[in-house]
């Protein structure tokens, strides 16, 4: 909500500014992108459909997501899970399983695969499928035993894997491209 005020009062200040004539094209259409109507109703999540709202319940970013790109916006990312100390910075927190590794994935990885599902399931039945990439992935990996870290860091690492630089992850799906390579 204070995000949409705060857009509103940029687009009253932009179409009152006699300058935005001067500013270039692509901050126009950036501007113009965050002003617009159509980006302020995407951001409203009540305007969608109560049972669209419960697919996505628990991954209500993915929604908006999807609910952007349907309104124009060419690139969107999403942090799943875990906090961010600002735009730009890393996440922290959920996926880093230095320890519990077991009981942490258990409870992650069946909502993460809802939530995958969910979108990419929305983005077909929409016929979106073709015209929106969706990229998920992670800078690293996890070491292959369990204790890996427990030698260099302490005992309370016995039961996690650390960090294992050699094997980062991606999955590609949907925006036209040959799928299954």
């Known amino acids: 909500k204070t995000l949409l005020a705060q857009f509103d009062e940029l687009r009253r200040e932009a179409e009152a500014s006699e300058g935005i004539s001067a500013v270039n094209e692509f901050q126009r259409r950036a501007l113009g992108m965050v002003t617009s109507g159509t980006i302020y109703q995407a951001l409203d999540l009540n305007r969608e459909e109560a049972q669209v709202r419960e697919r996505y319940q628990g991954c209500t970013d993915l929604l908006l997501a999807r609910r952007l790109v349907e309104a124009g ?61 969706v990229v998920i992935w992670g800078e690293l990996g996890r070491s292959p035993r369990l204790g890996d870290e427990a030698r260099a860091l302490g005992s309370r690492f016995a039961d996690g894997r ?5 094997a980062g992850f991606a999955v590609v799906a949907g925006g036209g491209l040959r799928m299954g390579q």
């Not at 650390?162 to 050699?166: A, L, P, S």
Request: glycine share 10%; net charge negative.
């Open 73 to 133: 916006v060419s690139v969107v990312t999403v942090a799943q899970g875990g906090f961010q100390r600002g735009p730009g910075l890393p996440v922290f927190g959920t996926w880093d399983t230095h320890t519990q590794k077991f009981p942490h994935m258990r409870k992650l990885l069946p909502e993460y695969d809802r939530a995958i599902y969910t979108l990419l399931t929305d983005l077909y039945e929409r016929g979106l499928d073709q015209e929106v990439a």
């Open 162 to 166: 650390g960090h294992w630089w050699d």
